[in-house]
T-cell receptor
Framework: DQQVKQNSPSLSVQEGRISILNCDYT??????FLWYKKYPAEGPTFLIS?????DKNEDGRFTVFLNKSAKHLSLHIVPSQPGDSAVYFC???????????FGSGTKLNVKP | DTAVSQTPKYLVTQMGNDKSIKCEQN?????MYWYKQDSKKFLKIMFS???????INETVPNRFSPKSPDKAHLNLHINSLELGDSAVYFC????????????????FGAGSRLTVL
């Protein structure tokens, strides 16, 4: 029973265009959401987060949008760069901030 | 200088054996974790320690036993290995616990790929 789902295992985007990665969750008690980026043979690294009191958080080329009513969040990368090619994991936590639930990841390929 | 380091990176062993994976963090974080990435690529929490005290213990077979000799180290020992234990195990750490969002961002190690034959 997976509480965080990333239904697109892969995404291919042309360099310079927008990448949109999606994530859905089922637990309405989740109130803190993060995106992690993972390169092969490395551990996931933190990218950007958002709390449930906001619906948007921006950091440079990366923007995370949260739609609480739809239990959906998305990560926008614009413009996409070849170095963005990696697996992106969505994660969520509720009252216990030590316990994160992760999705299965979306592999992004940015083509030059 | 690696922030969260795990050893070994690869481990191939036979069913029934006992093995350990070691993890060390030099970030001064209070909380450490073990996550398992299964064949479907989900990262699932197994254990969490805060200052050597076990605070999260998910539904994991008791063949898995974590040990935290100090807050900078969290080791994972697995007894009587089974085929289904094959996975990538990630160690992680975070600054602390509680309600501070930023303090709970995880820093991961590079992972230890365990293959049970």
């Amino acid at each position: 029973d997976q509480q965080v789902k990333q239904n697109s295992p892969s995404l291919s985007v042309q360099e310079g265009r927008i990448s949109i990665l999606n994530c859905d969750y089922t637990n309405s008690m989740f109130d803190y959401f993060l995106w992690y980026k993972k390169y092969p043979a490395e551990g996931p690294t933190f990218l950007i987060s958002i709390s449930s009191i906001k619906d948007k958080n921006e950091d440079g080329r990366f923007t995370v949008f949260l739609n609480k009513s739809a239990k959906h969040l998305s990560l926008h990368i614009v413009p996409s760069q070849p170095g963005d090619s990696a697996v992106y994991f969505c994660a969520a936590s509720g009252y216990n901030f030590n316990k994160f639930y992760f999705g299965s990841g979306t592999k992004l390929n940015v083509k030059p | 200088d690696t922030a969260v380091s795990q050893t070994p990176k690869y481990l191939v062993t036979q069913m029934g054996n006992d093995k350990s994976i070691k993890c060390e963090q030099n970030l001064g974080h209070d909380t450490m974790y073990w996550y398992k990435q299964d064949s479907k690529k989900f990262l699932k929490i197994m254990f969490s320690y805060n200052n050597k005290e076990l605070i999260i213990n998910e539904t994991v077979p008791n063949r898995f036993s974590p040990k935290s000799p100090d807050k900078a180290h969290l080791n994972l020992h697995i007894n009587s290995l089974e085929l289904g234990d094959s996975a990538v195990y990630f160690c992680a750490s975070s600054l602390g616990t509680g309600t501070d969002f930023g303090a709970n961002v995880l820093t991961f190690g590079a992972g230890s790929r365990l293959t049970v034959l």
